[in-house]
């Protein structure tokens, strides 16, 4: 049986979709992996779109979603990948709890250029503590 994994951070448009997609196709046959946002955005944003169809995961259907859309589920990890910007008021219960922060990607400034080498640099921050935190030892 797969263990449930929800990635959480504040808008669900970058850092969460991103380690989704990341568990997904790297441990996929062990977990079940989902993400949420405290304040979902509209869109997921284009540069995660991008930098993940670079890495062979494909992001374009995705859509940001609310911490509230999995209040009634249970999950063996619940990852918060941000400082939240409001109390979790209603998280779903989780035996295990997490917090491991990454770059706000919506604070990246620069030419379009930079900006995609900052989410390059995310995607990557975010899989390397994906493989060492869930990999096999």
């Excluded at 062990?30 to 540069?47: C, D, F, H, K, L």
């Excluded at 779109?49 to 911490?67: N, S, W």
């Excluded at 918060?80 to 400034?109: G, L, T």
């Excluded at 995609?116 to 096999?136: P, V, Y």
């Amino acid at each position: 049986m797969k263990q449930r994994v929800l990635f959480i951070c504040n808008r669900n448009a970058g850092r969460s979709q991103i380690a989704e997609g990341l568990m997904r196709a790297l441990f996929g046959d062990q977990y079940e992996a989902y993400s949420a946002g405290m304040n979902p955005s509209s869109t997921v944003s284009p540069y995660t779109v991008q930098v993940m169809e670079e890495a062979g995961i494909d992001l374009a259907h995705h859509r940001p979603k609310p911490l509230q859309e999995f209040v009634d589920m249970h999950f063996d990890y619940i990852v918060f990948m941000c400082e939240p910007e409001q109390p979790c008021a209603q998280c779903p219960r989780a035996r295990h709890v997490m917090y491991m922060e990454f770059s706000d990607p919506a604070r990246f400034v620069g030419s379009d250029a930079e900006i995609l080498e900052g989410f390059r640099t995310l995607r990557n921050s975010i899989r390397d503590w994906i493989e060492a935190t869930f990999g096999c030892p």
